[in-house]
């Protein structure tokens, strides 16, 4: 079965760190690739995604993530977070022909003022 | 911008009883979904939903749940006679494309569902 999944459940950084998050999913075949972001009381936003095409994806407000398909990732990079960033990580692949996304179990980052 | 919108946002009920969590889906989007969440663990898939079917559903959904899109805005969740284990956050999604188009899938907040 596919799976998802994202090392890293909780992280906390200093602002103006720079950021990592892992995600790695099972599947060989062809995958679209997102990460969300969920802030307290929020819905989930899209952050990125990644369909085809250049494997570097620039997101909203800052964010990036490579497309590694010989290692099947698809990290999440920020090279300086801010308090703003504090929320929950979601990495999600959906097979394509399919109509579900599949979830890693998410990583809370805490970014200290 | 376009928002999916659940409501309630907290539900809670009695284990047996039948509940119905609602959703307003992007109003030109033609599949809507449901995922749910139960404490501490990932999002999990339940069900696709377009052109009035059902176009793939997970194991999670048994005969205890049903969908439905009872006009051409609302879409609804309905869970038959809840159990304990029915407690989580049930997330509803909608997308203008899906199965063989890449698509983004955009997500409501949420109805905590608690089964008593």
């Known amino acids: 079965a596919q799976s998802v999944s994202q090392h890293n459940h909780h992280v906390i950084l200093s602002e103006a760190a720079s950021l990592e998050l892992g995600c790695n999913y099972s599947?060989?075949?062809?995958?679209?690739l997102f990460w969300y972001v969920q802030y307290p009381g929020q819905h989930l936003q899209l952050l990125l995604k990644?369909?085809?095409?250049?494997?570097l994806v620039k997101g909203i407000k800052g964010f990036e993530a490579e497309f590694i398909k010989s290692k099947f990732s698809f990290n999440l990079r920020k090279p300086s977070v801010q308090w703003s960033d504090t929320a929950e990580y979601f990495c999600?692949?959906?097979?394509?022909?399919?109509?579900?996304?599949?979830f890693g179990t998410g990583t809370r980052l805490k970014v200290l003022a | 911008e376009p928002e999916v919108t659940q409501t309630p946002s907290h539900q809670v009920t009695q284990m047996g009883q039948e509940v119905i969590l609602r959703c307003v889906p992007i109003?030109?989007?033609?599949?809507f979904y449901w995922y749910r969440q139960i404490l501490g663990q990932k999002v999990e898939f339940l069900v696709s939903?377009?052109?009035?079917?059902?176009?793939?559903k997970s194991e999670i959904f048994d005969d205890q749940f049903s969908v439905e899109r009872p006009d051409g805005s609302n879409f609804t969740l309905k869970i038959r006679s809840t159990k304990l284990e029915d407690s989580a956050m049930y997330f509803c999604?909608?997308?203008?494309?899906?199965?063989?188009?890449?698509?983004?899938?955009?997500f409501g907040a949420g109805t905590r569902l608690s089964v008593l």
């Open positions: 939903f377009y052109n009035n079917e059902i176009s793939e």
């Open positions: 999604a909608s997308s203008a494309g899906g199965g063989a188009r890449p698509t983004i899938q955009y």
């Open positions: 109003s030109n989007h033609l599949y």
């Open positions: 599947y060989g075949g062809t995958v679209n």
């Open positions: 999600a692949v959906i097979v394509s022909g399919t109509y579900k996304y599949i």
């Open positions: 990644y369909f085809s095409g250049d494997p």
